[in-house]
């Protein structure tokens, strides 16, 4: 049995992925629930407490269960496993992506140093990768964390782009353009 504090923030979710963050208020969030708008301030102080769990247990979730597609395969596959993970993530919740990854908000993580501490539970799968692949000469010795900010901003301005409507491929068209184009990427900093 879920406690009311985590029903309430799978009801924020749930408002988010399907409408957005600016939908997201207390009222709608309490009514969901079943209880007063009132009765959620005992269990988070303000919306920004509230948002702040569902993103944490967000990037829990998504920690998770990225990088399991290709668990045992090569070194490169994993790298496009965790590409397709991505994509599925971005393209099956945009609202949540785009509040996740691009809108301003507090407590956001920063790179360089939120990502350096590990911090970014998601981005911290590719960062051992990188890692992983620089030790066993796929690629070439550089800045692991920078090494993965452009293996993965590429195809996050492609997924911007394709969420903003700038982009007109069907959904399998544009995940070909992304392998593509993290594919060049890769090409770029092997050894």
């Known amino acids: 049995m879920k406690t009311t504090s985590e029903r309430i923030a ?29 009765a959620i301030y005992k269990h988070y102080p303000n919306r920004q407490a509230l948002l702040r769990t569902v993103v944490d247990r967000t990037f829990q979730d998504l920690a998770a269960s990225w990088g ?4 045992g395969g090569d070194w490169e596959g994993r790298v496009f496993g965790l590409l397709d993970d991505f994509l599925d993530f971005a393209l099956g919740a945009p609202h949540l992506y785009t509040y996740l990854m691009t809108e301003r908000r507090e407590q956001a993580r920063r790179f360089p140093d939120d990502f350096a501490a590990g911090d970014s539970l998601a981005f911290g799968h590719l960062v051992i990768l990188v890692e992983e692949g620089m030790r ?6 550089d800045d692991p964390l920078e090494v993965t900010l452009a293996l ?9 782009l394709y969420l903003g409507g700038r982009i007109g491929l069907p959904e399998e068209e544009f995940r070909a353009l992304c392998r593509r184009t993290a594919g060049r990427v890769l090409n770029g900093v092997k050894a």
Do not use: P, Y
């Not at 009801?11 to 007063?36: K, N, Q």
């Not at 399991?68 to 668990?71: E, I």
């Not at 993965?152 to 997924?159: D, F, N």
């Open 68 to 71: 399991h597609r290709v668990a």
């Open 136 to 141: 066993a000469g796929h690629l070439r010795e």
């Open 152 to 160: 993965t901003s590429s195809v996050q301005g492609l997924v911007q």
């Open 10 to 38: 799978e009801a924020a979710r749930d408002i988010l992925v399907g409408e957005g963050s600016e939908a997201v208020t207390m009222r709608r969030v309490a009514d969901a629930v079943g209880i007063t708008a009132m």
